[in-house]
């Protein structure tokens, strides 16, 4: 199975991306499941669909064409299948503390547990063989972050707080029900919580594993935007996951001319950034297109520009691009450059930026805080990869 994940900051073209890619991969033969990890879902709206056609799917995948479906996932449902336990003593307990139970039931959906609901139904899907691929449609940046970080989460606390807690609670359960009107967790809600994690066994190492998943990065020529898409790309590589091609979209086309001279010159200069900030991930570029992308039509219309005659589905790019790692108590970064050979190597940091020359090649790289106030002691260049080591903190 293939799972590629969209994202990038709100507004950005993300569904419009992740539904063309949909549709290309489907043409090619793919079964396909365009996924919605978005709780204000836009895929039906994407693909110009009745809102009674998904309400009725009640979160189930939606055919839209040959080998295409479309799944916006419904938390309220899952909840029920999946975590009725946890949901009902969560509930319980904010009802008990006095919330109205309507709200305490709608409060008991914890952050998170939208996240972990999809990546139940990914791996559901992966074991039944039900798709060839998968695509993500993500929530806005911090979101996704969070998805991404949640199987890493989940293992430390199953592994360190689960069994302790699960344990305490078995021994001193008669004494405190007799001390606290407050509901304690019977170990049935432990039990469903270990089930869940069961369920999610593999699929941590399913997404930082490069041969099934990469992230495409949406972003759009303007500043705010591609520091946003930095600080992504930086996370990202953190979680060792592999970001295989950054889409620059809406690209104004020269022929607006006149009135907006100047956002087409400051475009120039932000798509440059772009190449500076991703290089050699490959970055594409899609122009605003005259109308809004709404339908199968427009839609397919917007991957034949994004990916002419390539397969959607292909790893544009397999390595992990950058990398941060501490080694006896230093911190190391590693950068994958073009193959230079001019070894003067120059480095500077702008706020927490690291900014990388060597020769005429240039790369912003945006630092985990933990870097971000250190200095770069040292750098080594061998064939394609960079090592830059930093040394104390400033000041
Ligand atoms: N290249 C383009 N040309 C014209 N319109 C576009 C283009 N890309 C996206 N749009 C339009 O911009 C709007 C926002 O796009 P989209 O919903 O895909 O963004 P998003 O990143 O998913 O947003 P959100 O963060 O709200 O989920 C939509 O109306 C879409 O049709
Ligand atoms: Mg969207």
């Known amino acids: ?79 029920q299948e999946h975590w009725g336990e946890v949901h009902s003593y969560i509930s319980c307990l904010l009802n008990v503390s006095g919330l109205e139970e309507v709200l305490a039931e709608e409060l008991a959906i914890l952050p998170g547990m939208e996240e972990v609901t999809s990546l139940l139904n990914i791996n559901r899907y992966l074991k039944d063989d039900a798709y060839d691929v998968i695509l993500l449609d993500c929530a806005p940046t911090g979101e996704s972050l969070r998805f991404i970080s949640l199987p890493t989460t989940l293992e430390w606390y199953m592994k360190k707080i689960f069994t302790v807690e699960r344990a305490m609670f078995k021994v001193t359960r008669p004494v405190m029900k007799q001390l606290t009107s407050v509901p304690l967790p019977e170990d049935s809600y432990f039990q469903s919580l270990a089930v869940l994690y069961e369920r999610l066994e593999g699929i941590d190492k399913l997404l930082t594993d490069a041969d099934t998943t990469t992230v495409r990065l949406v972003t759009n020529p303007e ?4 520091k946003e898409s930095q600080r992504a790309f930086m996370y990202f590589s953190l979680y060792g996951l592999c970001v295989d091609a950054v889409v620059i979209n809406r690209v104004l086309p020269e022929e607006v001319g006149g009135y907006f001279d100047k956002w087409l010159e400051a475009q120039k200069k932000y798509i440059e950034d772009v190449h500076n900030c991703f290089s050699p991930v490959p970055t594409w570029q899609v122009e605003l297109s005259r109308n809004e992308m709404i339908g199968i039509d427009d839609l397919a219309r917007l991957g034949e520009d994004l990916y002419g005659d390539r397969d959607p589905t292909e790893r544009f790019y397999a390595k992990n691009p950058l990398t941060f790692r501490k080694r006896n108590g230093k911190y190391v970064m590693t950068l994958q450059t073009p193959f230079i050979t001019k070894e003067d190597i120059d480095l500077s940091k702008s706020g927490g930026e690291l900014i990388v020359r060597i020769g005429n090649y240039k790369r912003h790289v945006l630092l985990p805080r933990s870097m971000a106030g250190r200095e770069p002691s040292g750098a080594k260049l061998d064939g394609d990869k960079l090592t830059v080591t930093f040394g104390g903190k400033n000041g």
């Open 1 to 79: 199975m293939r799972i590629i994940m969209f994202t990038g900051k709100g507004g950005v073209g993300k569904t419009s991306i992740a539904s063309a890619t949909g549709i290309q991969s489907a043409k090619r033969g793919y079964r396909t499941l365009v996924m919605s990890l978005d709780s204000a879902h836009s895929l039906a709206d994407s693909f110009d669909l009745d809102r009674r056609l998904m309400d009725r799917a009640k979160g189930k995948p939606v055919d839209v064409a040959d080998n295409l479906a479309i799944q916006e996932v419904d938390v309220q449902e899952e909840v």
């Open 223 to 226: 500043k705010m935007v591609i």
